[in-house]
């Protein structure tokens, strides 16, 4: 009665026309009858008032008055309980592409960044880059002195159909006399289920080596392999 009072006093003569919600009725009657709602319009996907349009939008109209001014006898459904429900935490199995990765050992401490440069079901590539300190030298396929050195990595794996896959790796470091370089290749078949065919292939080469001319070594193998 308030909204009608006022749209009365303030709002005339704009408001004396009827309303596309009740075009029989003048704008006054029609907020006074409470036949146009005055709820401002809501655009998300949840409101603020939704438990109280939900109870009006579900009565039903038993009697449809023809006067104006007469408002319908509305009857309501009953009210069914849900049931109560436990909230289930949300998981993303998304990972980033880039990475930072520092440490070391007794070897060599060093610091690498990363980069998954395709990464899919079927293909992986994955490149590193970093710097750092080698403290024995040699050891695992490092320069031949201790001091500051700068490594790389190229890590390559494919998928070739549903029983076979090839993997690649190489590995390069770098300091103040040589460099290293080592590289392996891997192939698997699966004869069956519990059965896989690898073939293995690796070279490693120092700049160092045979008297500052440099040096190249091969090894290859092929293994017949079975899980138990």
């Given amino acids: 009665m308030l909204a009608g009072w006022w749209l ?16 029989e009725l003048p704008a006054v009657a029609a907020v006074a009858a409470r036949q146009v709602p005055l709820r401002r319009p809501c655009y998300r996907l949840s409101c603020r008032d939704a438990e109280w349009t939900a109870a009006v939008a579900s009565r039903q109209r038993i009697w449809a008055p023809k006067a104006p001014g007469v408002r319908p006898r509305t009857v ?6 849900l049931p109560d429900r436990r909230l289930a935490p949300l998981h993303s199995p998304y990972s980033s592409r880039d990475f930072v990765r520092s440490g070391g050992n007794h070897v060599k401490w060093d610091t690498r960044y990363g980069l998954e440069a395709i990464r899919s079901p079927e293909t992986s590539l994955r490149i590193e880059f970093g710097t750092g300190v080698r403290i024995e030298p040699y050891t695992d396929f490092g320069t031949a002195v ?5 490594t790389g990595q190229l890590q390559l794996s494919q998928e070739l159909g549903k029983r076979a896959s ?20 891997a192939f698997d078949y699966e004869l069956f289920p519990q ?20 040096s190249t070594d091969t090894e290859g193998s092929v293994k017949l392999r079975r899980a138990f």
């Fill in 8 to 23: 009365a006093i303030a709002g005339l003569p704009i408001y004396t026309q009827p309303l596309p919600a009740a075009p």
């Fill in 76 to 81: 309501a459904h009953p009210l069914v309980k």
């Fill in 146 to 150: 201790m001091g500051p050195i700068a």
């Fill in 166 to 185: 090839f993997t690649q790796q190489v590995q390069v470091e770098t300091g103040r006399e040589n460099t290293f370089v080592r590289q392996t290749l």
């Fill in 195 to 214: 059965w896989t065919l690898r073939s293995d292939f690796e070279l490693r080469h120092d700049t160092l080596g045979n008297g500052g001319r440099g």
